[in-house]
């Protein structure tokens, strides 16, 4: 049976009974499905899909809102974009936005209060809240996590030109010494920090191959699955921040 505690969505950092938003159950959540286009080849049965990725999902989630409270704070908490957390999935949450007014209603008779209903437009994938970041000093092989390839973003410290491996893709780094550069693999892009500032440094790096991936997690045993990683010795230090996906 979930506790009453349980039952709470957080949105943008924000807990819904932070801002007297009582859900009303907890949503059926959509899974992740593969968008692709059908190819349908002569001589051959039935049809084959290409792969294109996967489909943003939606979910909707109705509130109470009782009488006393203040519900322009809570049309407020429900706008914008951000981390979108169930509480009966804690620790797990989503890259969401609203993009659709929501819907506002009284509530029964018995109840005194407003009812109002939200849409959310969810990227396809769940993330940890907080997640553990990887750091390494020297070539190292592990394990992945999550169900799909992740697209990780990478802090390389060091001095002078070196060459970063990751699963066998390789990149060649431009680093100056006390200056981290970041290398973002979902945006596809690099950059530096200056003063509180991001200044985008893509003369710094040279893409031989892709922007870089890590595998999900591997069967018990099987470490051919595995992530492996190696850099030259003017790289003294990476930082993984794996973005592990989960459907």
Request: hydrophobic share 40%; charged share 20%.
């Amino acid at each position: 049976m979930r506790r009453i505690d349980d039952m709470y969505v957080k949105f943008r950092g924000v807990r819904s009974d932070d801002v007297g938003a009582l859900p009303i159950g907890m949503p059926q959540r959509q899974v992740s499905a593969v968008r692709g286009d059908k190819l349908t080849l002569p001589g051959r049965d039935g049809f084959l899909t290409v792969p294109q990725g996967y489909s943003e999902i939606t979910v909707k989630q109705d509130f109470a809102v009782p009488d006393g409270y203040d519900l322009p704070a809570v049309k407020k908490w429900l706008n914008g974009s951000g981390e979108l957390e169930f509480g009966d999935n804690e620790g797990y949450a989503y890259d969401a936005a609203v993009l659709t007014a929501s819907g506002l209603a009284s509530l029964t008779k018995r109840m005194d209060g407003k009812r109002i209903s939200v849409t959310f437009t969810c990227q396809p994938f769940l993330h940890r809240v907080n997640e553990k970041q990887i750091v390494l000093t020297a070539a190292d092989l592990f394990n992945g996590d999550g169900d799909v390839n992740s697209m990780p973003l990478l802090k390389i410290e060091g001095s002078g030109t070196g060459t970063l491996i990751v699963n066998g893709r390789s990149m060649d780094v431009a680093l100056t010494s006390g200056t981290p550069l970041f290398i973002d693999c979902d945006a596809g892009t690099a950059y530096t920090v200056s003063s509180g500032a991001v200044v985008f440094a893509g003369a710094s790096v040279s893409v031989d191959d892709d922007w870089f991936v890590l595998y999900p997690k591997a069967p018990a045993g099987d470490t051919s699955a595995w992530n492996y990683v190696s850099f030259s010795q003017q790289i003294t230090k990476v930082t993984i921040t794996p973005r592990w996906r989960f459907l």
